[in-house]
């Protein structure tokens, strides 16, 4: 079955630097892929999802780049604000509707 | 986005008892699954909940530890069986709506086992 890898799983940036986090799947009938935020205690939250027929995605200041060769998925966080911290996760799904979730990256932004 | 409700929110139950975990949609949905979140993990498929027959369940997971319902396409239910300090953790209904496969999630219940 599907298995997707994240890493770092931890990240600490400066506020008003860059940050990406990578994921890597096994599946190569996966073609969507997307990213969510999740807040302490709170619900993941959708934030940008990419399918495989594009290679990137902008939404603000975040974007979503995809190496279907490769196989792997990256997401782009850039002037990072102190709001922007909490655990971020990758997955990707086939066309059975499925999402394999990625073990997390936890984003840390010093103000 | 489809207004996904959950109840209860949390709920902490003694070992070897049942808790049913409800999931309300407003909207008909393609799609239902249910996750399992442990503490400071990611989250986990449990199962796929078919609308009017058997739900189809992920691997270490089975109908007698976890039964599922979906009578309609706008409402599942989730029972943790049997309970065990292990299956403290936060349970999430999700659907996919609309959009195909996006998919959003309830606000979870935190059941704590003791």
């Known amino acids: 079955g599907e298995n997707v890898e994240q890493h770092p799983s931890t990240l600490s940036v400066q506020e008003g630097d860059s940050a990406v986090i990578k994921c890597t799947y096994s599946d190569s009938a996966s073609n969507y892929f997307p990213w969510y935020k999740q807040e302490l205690g709170k619900r993941p939250q959708l934030i940008i999802d990419?399918?495989?027929?594009?290679g990137e995605k902008k939404d603000q200041r975040i974007a979503v780049t995809l190496n279907k060769t490769a196989k792997h998925f990256s997401l782009h966080i850039t002037e990072t604000q102190p709001e922007d911290s909490a655990v971020y996760f990758c997955?990707?799904?086939?066309?059975?509707?499925?999402?394999?979730f990625g073990q997390g990256t936890t984003l840390q932004v010093k103000p | 986005s489809a207004v996904i409700s959950q109840k209860p929110s949390r709920d902490i139950c003694q070992r070897g008892t049942s808790l049913t975990i409800q999931c309300q949609v407003d909207?008909?949905?393609?799609?239902m699954f249910w996750y399992r979140q442990q503490p400071g993990q990611s989250l986990t498929l449990i199962a796929t909940a078919n609308q009017g027959s058997e739900a189809t369940y992920e691997s270490g997971f089975v109908i007698d530890k976890f039964p599922i319902s979906r009578p309609n396409l706008t409402f599942s239910t989730l029972t943790v069986s049997n309970m065990s300090p292990e299956d403290s953790s936060i349970y999430l209904c999700?659907?996919?709506?609309?959009?195909?496969?996006?998919?959003?999630f309830g606000s979870g219940t935190q059941l704590s086992v003791l």
């Open positions: 997955a990707a799904s086939s066309n059975t509707g499925k999402l394999i």
């Open positions: 909207s008909q949905v393609t799609m």
């Open positions: 999700s659907v996919t709506g609309t959009e195909n496969e996006k998919l959003f």
């Open positions: 990419i399918r495989s027929n594009v």
